[in-house]
C-alpha cells in the first residue's frame, strides 16, 4: 500500500433493512494487483434505487456499503501502466467514474447471447457486493473505494463537471441501454411516464434521438419544469389531471387522434405499466426503465397487446459503450441539458441516514455523499 495512503477509511454500511447505516472503519486494501486501483471518491449520489434497496426491495447480500454514483480520483494503481476502458494511459490524480458491473465474460448471457447485463455472475459495486471480506472498499458511500482489474473505468475529460455525471447518474446510462434496445426511429412521439431522475434522462435521450412530440406525464410541478427546460413538449401534472382517461385523452390530442409511438415507464410503480399500454398507439413500442427493484406485481390484461400489437422492451442496467455515449452527451450538451443543476443537497457521510430519508420522501432533487468533505 502506498505511503501517501491511510491504513484505514471510513464508509456507510447497511447491515440490515430498514435500519440505520452505521459508519464503520475498515483497513485500506494492501498490495494491489495489475489493473486494480483505490480511489478517493469525490461525490457519490443518492439513486433512487439506494432507496429500494435499504427497503429490501431486492435480494441482495449483507453486509453493504451501498453507492453506484461515484466520481473519484485515483489514489493507487496496482501498475503502473494501467489504462481506463478506452485505452488511455491512467495516472494518480485523474478524476475518473466507472460501471458499477462486472460480469464473468464467460457464461452464456457474456458470450453467445451478448447480454452482460445479464451475466449469470454479475457483480454490481453498491447494489450485490458485500463488503464483509476484503477488500471491504466496494461501494460508492466511502472515502475510498476498491476497484478490481476488470472494472470498466473512464478517466474523465476536464471540460466535464463531476457533478454533471452523477446529476445524470445511472439513470442517463440506464436510458441509453433502453433507448438502444428499442431502435426508436427519427421524428417518432415519445410519452415518458415519470418526471424523475429516470424520466428526465430518457427525455434528454429522446430529444437526442429526434423524437418529436415528447409528452412527460408525472410530478410534481417543479419536476416537471424541469422537464420543459430539458425540452418537453407537453407535461401533464398528475396532480392536476389524476383522472388516466383526461390524460389519454390529453396524449391522443397531441399525437393526431392515435396514442405516442412510443412510451418509456419510469415511475417504477406497477400501475404505471397498465396505463402506458392505453397510451401507445397500435403497433405502437413500450419500454420499461423504471422497475430495477421490485415494486410487486399489478393486474394486467395481455389482450391489449395482441388487439394492438404492441412491442414490449424491458432493459436492465447499463454496459460500458452506454457510458462512453452518455459521458460525451453531458460533455457536448451541456448546457442544453443541465444536469449539474439537479445536486440540490450534499451531505457528509455521518448525514447518510438523512439523506437516505430525505430522497424517499422526495425532499430533494439530486442528493450527494461528500465523504471526504
Request: glycine share 10%; hydrophobic share 40%; proline share 7%.
Amino acid at each position: 500500500m502506498p505511503d501517501s495512503l491511510p491504513g484505514s477509511c471510513a464508509c456507510a454500511v447497511m447491515t440490515a433493512f430498514n435500519q440505520p447505516l452505521a459508519v464503520q472503519s475498515f483497513a485500506m486494501p494492501r498490495d494491489l494487483a495489475p489493473g486494480e486501483l483505490i480511489v478517493r471518491v469525490e461525490l457519490a449520489g443518492i439513486c433512487g434505487t439506494d432507496v429500494h434497496l435499504h427497503k429490501g426491495q431486492l435480494a441482495i447480500p449483507l453486509p453493504l456499503i451501498l453507492g453506484h454514483e461515484t466520481t473519484a480520483f485515483v489514489a493507487a494503481m496496482g501498475a503502473s501502466d494501467t489504462k481506463d476502458w478506452l485505452g488511455r494511459p491512467l495516472s494518480v490524480g485523474d478524476r475518473v467514474s466507472f460501471t458499477v458491473g462486472r460480469t464473468c465474460k464467460e457464461c452464456r448471457y457474456c458470450r453467445v447471447y451478448r447480454l452482460p447485463s445479464r451475466c449469470l455472475k454479475r457483480q454490481a459495486y453498491g447494489v450485490n457486493t458485500p463488503c464483509a471480506q476484503p477488500p471491504h472498499l466496494l461501494g460508492g458511500y466511502g472515502q475510498y473505494h476498491f476497484l478490481h482489474a476488470d472494472t470498466a473505468v473512464f478517466k474523465l475529460p476536464d471540460d466535464l463537471p463531476s457533478e454533471a455525471l452523477v446529476g445524470a447518474g445511472c439513470a442517463l446510462v440506464t436510458a441509453v441501454h433502453g433507448f438502444e434496445r428499442m431502435r426508436m426511429s427519427w421524428g417518432e412521439s415519445v410519452l415518458i411516464q415519470g418526471s424523475g431522475p429516470v424520466g428526465l434522462a430518457a427525455l434528454a435521450v429522446a430529444k437526442e434521438s429526434g423524437g418529436r412530440p415528447i409528452i412527460v406525464i408525472g410530478g410534481p410541478r417543479e419536476r416537471l419544469e424541469r422537464c420543459r427546460r430539458f425540452g418537453a413538449d407537453l407535461t401533464i401534472d398528475i396532480d392536476e389531471v389524476p383522472d388516466p382517461q383526461q390524460r389519454l385523452r390529453m396524449v391522443r390530442e397531441a399525437t393526431d387522434g392515435l396514442g405516442a409511438d412510443v412510451v418509456v415507464e419510469c415511475v417504477g410503480m406497477p400501475v404505471a405499466v397498465a396505463e402506458g399500454w392505453d397510451l401507445c398507439r397500435d403497433g405502437g413500442k413500450y419500454l420499461v426503465l423504471g422497475h430495477y427493484g421490485d415494486a410487486g406485481p399489478i393486474a394486467l390484461n395481455p389482450h391489449v397487446i395482441t388487439r394492438k400489437e404492441l412491442t414490449v422492451y424491458g432493459s436492465w442496467g447499463s454496459e460500458p459503450q452506454h457510458w462512453v455515449a452518455a459521458i460525451e452527451l453531458l460533455r457536448t450538451r451541456r448546457e442544453r441539458y443541465p444536469f449539474h443543476e439537479l445536486i440540490t443537497h450534499r451531505y457528509p457521510l455521518a448525514g447518510v441516514n438523512e439523506a437516505l430519508a430525505a430522497v424517499a420522501s422526495w425532499q430533494t432533487g439530486k442528493a450527494v455523499i461528500v465523504p471526504n468533505g
